[in-house]
């Protein structure tokens, strides 16, 4: 009995350390299976650097997700998100509906391409996308999720990249112009809509080049100089009287 007792606590306390082992490992494990089903869905190179899932509390946080072009288009990074976190009711999940208390939405860089042909990195991606579902029969088992609500987004654009190989094929960057813009209390879909459009033509403005060039060093917003203690400082000549 008492050998019997010995080796059920050696048990137990072996279960323990590698209940442990995995709770730790955790991210790590879910991080490696969503960079591969996203590589799987996508036919694309992606990188994750961190996933969280916390589905019994109702809250998730990727953070540094990059997806890289296709190979026809140099397969330099494409998109580059710093981070997304939802916080949502976990209830009326199981209710086939999503309601998001948070979602913080943080694009760090989107890298848009024109070849010598006028397509798109866009296009490749679509091309590619389309291929990857050719070649899988893909199953709807489960209705899709009905958006039924957000109370607060907090919304920010860094940086756009633009590269025409039809002309020079140099780099224009230009900053979004978009940080922590709060959108609130969205009851669907089409009031998300209405309330996005007029933030994203601030920050499609500005990436077509009506907003402001971002600097080669990579600042944005600086102010002007002060003039030097050793320089002159001209003065300004008053307007003669019409």
């Known amino acids: 009995m008492k050998f019997l007792l010995k080796w059920a606590f050696r048990l137990l306390l072996l279960l323990l350390v590698l209940?442990?082992?995995?709770?730790?490992?955790?991210d790590a494990i879910v991080t490696a299976l969503a960079?591969?089903?996203l590589r799987k869905q996508t036919g694309l190179e992606v990188r994750l650097e961190?996933?969280?899932?916390?589905?019994?509390?109702?809250?998730?946080?990727?953070?540094?997700?990059?997806?890289?072009?296709?190979?026809?288009?140099?397969?330099?990074?494409?998109?580059?998100?710093?981070?997304?976190?939802v916080e949502y009711d976990p209830a009326l999940?199981?209710?086939?509906?999503?309601?998001?208390?948070?979602?913080?939405?943080?694009?760090a860089e989107l890298h848009i391409i024109v070849n010598q042909d006028g397509q798109s990195n866009l296009d490749g991606v679509r091309r590619a996308t389309e291929a990857v579902r050719r070649g899988q029969r893909v199953e709807q088992t489960n209705s899709p999720m009905e958006f039924v609500g957000l109370d607060m987004l907090n919304l920010t654009l860094g940086k756009g990249t633009w590269t025409d190989l039809r002309q020079s094929g140099k780099p224009r960057e230009f900053d979004?112009?978009?940080?922590?813009?709060i959108v609130r209390d969205v009851k669907?879909?089409?009031?998300?809509?209405?309330?996005?459009?007029?933030?994203?033509?601030?920050?499609g403005l500005s990436f077509f080049g009506v907003g402001t060039p971002v600097p080669e060093d990579g600042a944005t917003n600086?102010?002007?100089?002060a003039p030097k203690a050793n320089e002159a400082t001209v003065p300004r000549r008053p307007s003669s009287p019409p």
């Open 176 to 181: 979004f112009g978009i940080r922590n813009e």
């Open 93 to 107: 999940v199981k209710e086939r509906k999503l309601h998001f208390n948070l979602l913080r939405f943080h694009l």
């Open 222 to 225: 600086r102010p002007p100089s």
């Open 35 to 37: 960079e591969g089903g």
């Open 50 to 85: 961190k996933l969280e899932l916390r589905p019994w509390s109702g809250r998730a946080r990727l953070e540094r997700l990059v997806v890289h072009n296709p190979a026809e288009f140099g397969g330099g990074p494409l998109v580059h998100i710093a981070e997304v976190a």
């Open 188 to 203: 669907d879909a089409r009031e998300l809509i209405v309330k996005l459009t007029p933030i994203l033509v601030r920050a």
């Open 19 to 26: 209940l442990a082992v995995l709770a730790l490992s955790f």
